[in-house]
C-alpha cells in the first residue's frame, strides 16, 4: 500500500512539473518573406512573422543581433507583424530569425530565414513606393499550411495540458482515499487489539476473582 502511493505521488509530482513547463513554452512563430527569400538588389522585402493571437511584440533579429521590433497587425485570430526592408543590399542579406511575447513570456526563435540579394533584371511586384503598408501586402495566402499547422499543433498542445491536469487530479484523488483506507484500517486493527487486549483483561480478572472465592 505504501510503496504504491509513493509511486502515484511521485507520478503525479512528474505530471504537475510537466504541466508547468508546457505552460511556460510557446509555440515558435513562423517567419517568411515577399516576394521570396531571393530580392533583386535595391528592391524592398517584407518580412513576415506571425506568432500566437495573444502576441504582444514581435522582435526580429538578423545574424543573432536585434535588427527591429514591431507591434503585431490582428487580422480576424491571426496575429502578424511586418517588417520592411527598404532596399535590399549585401549588408541585409543573411540571416533572420524572429520571436514574440506574449504576457511576460517570450517564445523561442523561429526557424531561420535566409535571405539572399541578386542582381536586379526588372521589375518586380514589389518595387519600393512611397505608400507601402501592411494593408497593401494582406494577403490571408500568405497564411501558409505549415502556419496552420502550427495552430492546429498549438490548439493540440492545449488540449494534451487539460488532459494532462485531470489525469493529475485523478491521481491526488487516489492518492487521497489510498491515505484515507490505510487510515482507516490503521484504526480498525488498532480498535480490535484493543478490543481483544480488553477481553483478555476481563476474562484474566474473572479467573483472579474466581480463585479467590474458592
Given at each position: 500500500?505504501?510503496?504504491?502511493?509513493?509511486?502515484?505521488?511521485?507520478?503525479?509530482?512528474?505530471?504537475?512539473?510537466?504541466?508547468?513547463?508546457?505552460?511556460?513554452n510557446l509555440s515558435k512563430p513562423i517567419i517568411w518573406a515577399k516576394p521570396d527569400f531571393m530580392i533583386p538588389k535595391g528592391k524592398q522585402?517584407?518580412?513576415?512573422?506571425?506568432?500566437?493571437?495573444?502576441?504582444?511584440?514581435?522582435?526580429?533579429?538578423?545574424?543573432?543581433?536585434?535588427?527591429?521590433?514591431?507591434?503585431?497587425?490582428?487580422?480576424?485570430?491571426?496575429?502578424?507583424?511586418?517588417?520592411?526592408?527598404p532596399a535590399?543590399?549585401?549588408?541585409?542579406?543573411?540571416?533572420?530569425?524572429?520571436?514574440?511575447?506574449?504576457?511576460?513570456?517570450?517564445?523561442?526563435?523561429?526557424?531561420?530565414?535566409?535571405?539572399?540579394?541578386?542582381?536586379?533584371?526588372?521589375?518586380?511586384?514589389?518595387?519600393?513606393?512611397?505608400?507601402?503598408?501592411?494593408?497593401?501586402?494582406?494577403?490571408?495566402d500568405l497564411v501558409t499550411t505549415e502556419a496552420e499547422f502550427q495552430q492546429d499543433l498549438a490548439s493540440w498542445d492545449h488540449t494534451a495540458q487539460n488532459l494532462l491536469r485531470i489525469i493529475l487530479a485523478f491521481l491526488v484523488l487516489v492518492a487521497l482515499m489510498c491515505l484515507l483506507a490505510e487510515d482507516w484500517l490503521w484504526r480498525k486493527r488498532a480498535q480490535e487489539k484493543a478490543n481483544g487486549a480488553s477481553s483478555q483483561e476481563c476474562r484474566r480478572r474473572f479467573r483472579t476473582q474466581r480463585c479467590l472465592n474458592e
Amino acid at each position: 500500500m505504501t510503496s504504491t502511493l509513493t509511486a502515484l505521488l511521485y507520478l503525479g509530482l512528474f505530471l504537475s512539473q510537466t504541466v508547468s513547463t508546457e505552460k511556460q513554452n510557446l509555440s515558435k512563430p513562423i517567419i517568411w518573406a515577399k516576394p521570396d527569400f531571393m530580392i533583386p538588389k535595391g528592391k524592398q522585402a517584407l518580412i513576415f512573422c506571425q506568432g500566437t493571437p495573444e502576441a504582444v511584440k514581435y522582435q526580429l533579429y538578423f545574424e543573432g543581433h536585434l535588427f527591429l521590433q514591431q507591434s503585431p497587425k490582428q487580422h480576424g485570430r491571426r496575429n502578424i507583424a511586418m517588417f520592411h526592408i527598404p532596399a535590399m543590399t549585401p549588408l541585409t542579406a543573411g540571416q533572420y530569425k524572429c520571436i514574440y511575447r506574449s504576457k511576460k513570456l517570450w517564445s523561442n526563435p523561429s526557424d531561420p530565414l535566409d535571405l539572399v540579394v541578386t542582381e536586379d533584371f526588372g521589375d518586380t511586384s514589389l518595387a519600393p513606393t512611397e505608400h507601402t503598408s501592411f494593408s497593401d501586402y494582406w494577403d490571408l495566402d500568405l497564411v501558409t499550411t505549415e502556419a496552420e499547422f502550427q495552430q492546429d499543433l498549438a490548439s493540440w498542445d492545449h488540449t494534451a495540458q487539460n488532459l494532462l491536469r485531470i489525469i493529475l487530479a485523478f491521481l491526488v484523488l487516489v492518492a487521497l482515499m489510498c491515505l484515507l483506507a490505510e487510515d482507516w484500517l490503521w484504526r480498525k486493527r488498532a480498535q480490535e487489539k484493543a478490543n481483544g487486549a480488553s477481553s483478555q483483561e476481563c476474562r484474566r480478572r474473572f479467573r483472579t476473582q474466581r480463585c479467590l472465592n474458592e
